[in-house]
């Protein structure tokens, strides 16, 4: 308690609550704030938890590498609370489970989903229709859910009819939304969410019951799921299910949503890019549009921009928990606080990124992106062995629908583009208010 080392450390006027209501309001903002007024280690003390936040990039290695904190006591409680995973069952696989995924999501491994992620995202933006309008983030969703949900889970598990595409996307959109708070509360205070988690958690019953039938596809490969269903060995495996479809589809989704956006708002970048893509794919099919990873090499342009609206709405937060003293600048951090690093916040260190407000594609003109390389500052994906072992898949994936979606479609904007909602630490932004979109096929 009377750690003369500590951190400055931010209180409100009611006692107990502590600045949980301040913070909770636009907690993205209230880090600015704080950082400019307890300078770049500071403690938010809020709903009776110590977050302390890290805001200088020299400090970034050490919440990376340190042994002295750890990814697995930080998420177990939102493990629990969203996907009611038991915490001995998440200490025991977890290891297991993230050595999985990120084996099979390797750079390599990425390259032969290719085909059939195309397949899939052809298939499901025929479906939109030669003309209509709707909500951009609402678009997206329509194709993106089930494209991936066939490409990473099994061509089976993905909704079929228009009723259960439907179905899914409402009761998905609610579990997604409500997330955040789900993760801090346990359920009897939030009845609809939790009845969607439900409904997600019977669904990933009945997949986990067919991958456990077949462990096999019909080409002789195993998705993703086939091979949690041989890593997770207890009864949570549906669960462990639950939170892989979150994570590869939360995150991805609203930058999908922006990279259109920030693309159709500004006439320079979508000439660019369009240049590129009606170069490289030509003369092919616009209802069935085979693109391939060499297609995809041609467009470097749309690559930039994929990764241009990932470092402006990045994740407002990633969490560790300090489990032995962390010495950091010249504090001393205490074992238990959960150590806060913003992505969002450290993508506009003008050191690193300059005019970091602008949507500047060429800024990744200087990254060796061919050879996965990022830029120096870029943190969207977190870092350490806990890093998003999902980056390579989602790259690809947004390059990929990009492309696709615009080589096959104009579009006219309806709106202006939205601010991303102050609302959000948890992954990446979501849009404030809406945004239409006209489109029409070509
Ligand atoms: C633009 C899209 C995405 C962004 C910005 C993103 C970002 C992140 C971040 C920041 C983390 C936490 C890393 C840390 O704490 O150091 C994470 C974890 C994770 N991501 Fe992603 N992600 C994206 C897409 C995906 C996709 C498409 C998949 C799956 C195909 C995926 C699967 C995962 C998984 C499974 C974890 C948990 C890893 C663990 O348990 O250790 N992500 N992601």
Redesign the pocket.
Same mark, same amino acid.
């Given at each position: 308690e009377n750690n003369p080392y500590a951190p400055p450390c931010i209180r409100g006027w009611i006692p107990w609550f502590g600045a949980a209501f301040e913070f909770g309001k636009a907690p993205l903002y209230f880090i600015a704030q704080a950082r400019a007024k307890y300078g770049p280690v500071f403690t938010v003390y809020a709903a009776g938890k110590r977050l302390t936040f890290v805001t200088l990039h020299e400090d970034f290695r050490t919440f990376?590498m340190s042994k002295d904190v750890d990814?697995e006591q930080a998420v177990q409680e939102p493990v629990y609370n969203t996907a009611s995973i038991s915490k001995g069952s998440f200490y025991k696989f977890?290891p297991a489970c993230?050595a999985l995924?990120k084996g099979r999501?390797t750079p390599g491994n990425t390259a032969l989903l290719v085909s059939d992620l195309c397949e899939e995202f052809n298939q499901h933006l025929e479906l939109l229709g030669d003309r209509g309008s709707q909500q951009l983030n609402e678009l997206v969703r329509s194709v993106m859910y089930p494209a991936v949900i066939s490409n990473?889970l099994g061509k089976c598990n993905a909704p079929g009819t228009p009723l259960s595409r439907q179905e899914f996307k409402k009761k998905f959109t609610i579990y997604d939304e409500g997330f955040e708070y789900g993760s801090q509360l346990p359920d009897i205070f939030l009845k609809e969410w939790a009845s969607s988690k439900q409904w997600l958690l019977s669904l990933l019953v009945n997949m986990v019951n067919k991958a456990e039938e077949n462990t096999y596809n019909e080409s002789g490969s195993k998705t993703l799921l086939q091979h949690l269903v041989t890593t997770i060995t207890d009864k949570f495996l549906p669960n462990y299910g639950l939170l892989?479809l979150w *994570?590869?589809l939360a995150? *991805?989704i609203p930058?999908t949503f922006w990279a259109l956006a920030f693309i159709l708002s500004n006439p320079t970048i979508y000439e660019t890019a369009m240049g590129q893509i009606t170069s490289a794919l030509k003369d092919k099919d616009k209802q069935k549009t085979h693109l391939s990873l060499d297609n995809l090499q041609q467009m470097p342009y749309v690559k930039w921009c994929i990764m241009e609206a990932?470092r402006l709405r990045?994740?407002g937060a990633?969490t560790r928990r300090v489990v032995r003293p962390l010495r950091l600048q010249n504090y001393i951090i205490p074992p238990g606080d959960m150590l806060m690093m913003s992505?969002y916040w450290a993508h506009r260190n003008t050191k690193y990124f300059p005019e970091p407000e602008e949507f500047k594609p060429e800024r990744w003109e200087k990254a060796d992106l061919v050879k996965n390389v990022f830029l120096d500052g870029f943190v969207?994906? =977190?870092? =350490?062995k806990?890093?998003?072992?999902?980056?390579w898949? *989602?790259i690809m994936?947004l390059h990929m629908f990009v492309a696709l979606i615009l080589y096959k479609y104009e579009f006219t904007l309806l709106d202006p583009v939205p601010n991303p909602s102050p609302l959000h630490l948890v992954g990446?932004q979501q849009p404030e208010g809406p945004c239409s979109v006209q489109y029409r096929h070509r």
């Open positions: 990376f990814f977890h993230n995924i999501l990473l892989m *994570a590869s995150n *991805a930058i990932i990045a994740p990633v992505p969207a994906f =977190g870092g =350490g806990n890093q998003c072992p999902g980056r898949y *989602a994936e990446t």
